[in-house]
């Protein structure tokens, strides 16, 4: 097992703290997930990347684990503050679609992110709704003492537990803790546990309950979900900063009022800080934005995106720019073209060689940084020196990236640089097409016909198509930028 103290930055402490499991035989994870009303965008998606490289160092580190990610299908309102509508029935409304197929689709679509990127399917994957009646049982539990109701539905009084809002820090952290006051609420910070429908709205999605038939609130089904599929108190509480701010407070409340104690549920509050443009954080506010679909259609790798992730330490402000993107792209490249000439030396059957002096320098250096708050940009380095020394054996080379691709997840040992060529969405000539284009050009060079050789290269770099001569790959799609 790796010999560096794995330290982890805890949000509730706002410092760095060793990790010492609750239960060393199954660390136990949860991770806020989507809201599936529409698409994620690529700063969504940042999330999920920090959060399949903290369950990898996790089991990097020899832990047994069990991760939960929840799908947000009812619930979550427009906005934070218990205002506005819930993003589903809105979109719905919009679309003029059923809800719940709605929900299915972007459920999908978020699978397939997860996949395309390469990050592990959780252990669970629970909806929402198939837990409102669990739901409206922990509401029943805290009610009396900590609840009150209003036309609108029941309220959650901040003032009956102890030091709400320590997680957001809303006294000394300029901008965090902001909500918006809610007519009848005792407290600004009050929040809804069950929204009643209002008086002649038709909802798609409703259920009866003590308090009016309505919808739980959104920052309900967590404490829920975490609490029955990871006990009362688990090791890590994972989402995006802006949960810091009320949705994750929320939660914690709702766990102290259940326990009647001053635990929080989680031991580790962990949060991946935004990715933004420069025109401001990445937001679907606007109707306009990036997903990882938007991506690949210019003929980007999805995995160049978990790299340019992993360039960054989770916990900094990412921004995201075209170039970025490209070069790492561009770096990925690399990095599997010298994992195929390893493999090349290699050959068919692997030596089994132990690691040299190099070799184990290098898994140190990966562990300690991996081990540091899960400082990717470091491990990358590792990576990078480990693959650019000389005269070190290629088995024992190509074992020693396995390992470390355990964590990056950028699959290395298993992806060839053709396997990379991602073919634009708007690109005029498919495969086929190009390798005819070059066979030609291959007969006018055999020629001596010059010209026309290069007329036809000069074709296929206007359709986006750069000719690599002497490469074996032969050629590649020029990603598309704006």
């Known amino acids: 097992m790796p010999g560096a103290p794995l330290t982890l930055y805890n949000s509730l402490s706002r410092q760095l703290e060793p990790f010492r499991p609750l239960d060393p035989a199954n660390v136990r994870v949860y991770s806020c997930g989507p809201t599936v009303y529409n698409y994620p965008h690529i700063g969504n998606l940042r999330a999920y990347v920090f959060t399949d490289t903290l369950a990898r160092v996790l089991r990097w580190r020899g832990f047994p684990l069990t991760h939960v990610i929840n799908i947000t299908d009812v619930g979550h309102l427009q906005s934070d503050a218990d205002t506005g509508d819930d993003k589903m029935e809105a979109r719905a409304r919009e679309t003029g679609q059923d809800i719940w197929a709605i929900a299915r689709h972007y ?86 546990i069950w929204r009643r429908s209002a008086p002649g709205e038709t909802r798609q999605m409703e259920w009866d309950s003590p308090w009016g038939r309505g919808a739980p609130g959104w920052h309900l089904e967590c404490s829920v979900m975490s609490k029955m599929y990871l006990g009362d108190r688990f090791d890590i509480h994972t989402g995006g900063i802006d949960h810091r701010e009320i949705h994750h407070p929320n939660e914690i409340a709702q766990n102290q009022a259940r326990c009647g104690c001053s635990d929080t549920g989680a031991a580790f509050w962990m949060h991946n800080n935004f990715l933004v443009e420069r025109a401001g954080k990445m937001s679907k506010s606007s109707g306009e934005f990036l997903t990882l679909q938007r991506l690949i259609d210019r003929g980007f790798h999805p995995l160049s995106y978990r790299l340019m992730c992993l360039q960054a330490h989770y916990r900094s402000e990412m921004e995201f720019g075209w170039d970025g993107l490209l070069a790492a792209q561009t770096r990925l490249k690399r990095l599997v073209q010298t994992v195929e000439g390893l493999r090349a030396r290699a050959g068919p059957a692997l030596e089994d060689a132990e690691p040299t002096p190099h070799i184990r320098e290098q898994l140190d250096r ?17 990576l990078d020196q480990l693959l650019g020394a000389k005269k070190q054996p290629p088995g024992a080379v190509l074992d020693a990236v396995a390992r470390m691709d355990d964590v990056l997840g950028l699959n290395l040992v298993a992806l060839h640089r053709a396997d990379l060529r991602v073919r634009p969405a708007d690109a005029l000539l498919d495969e086929a097409a190009v390798e005819a284009r070059l066979a030609e050009r291959r007969d006018a060079r055999a020629a001596k016909d010059f010209a026309r050789s290069d007329a036809i290269r000069d074709e296929l770099a206007a359709a986006g198509v750069e000719v690599m001569d002497g490469d074996p790959l032969g050629w590649d799609w020029k990603p598309r930028l704006p």
């Open 366 to 382: 990966f562990d300690e940084a991996v081990a540091d708050d899960l400082a990717t940009p470091r491990a990358l380095v590792a």
């Open 107 to 192: 459920t999908d679509a978020f699978k397939k992110n997860l996949r395309d990127l390469n990050i592990r399917e959780p252990s669970r994957m629970p909806l929402a709704t198939d837990h409102v009646p669990q739901m409206i049982a922990f509401a029943e539990a805290i009610a009396e003492k900590h609840c009150y109701l209003l036309d609108t539905g029941l309220y959650f009084d901040v003032s009956t537990v102890p030091d709400y809002g320590r997680l957001a820090r809303s006294a000394d952290d300029e901008g965090e803790g902001r909500i918006d006051p809610v007519a009848g609420k005792r407290h600004p910070q009050d929040f809804a």
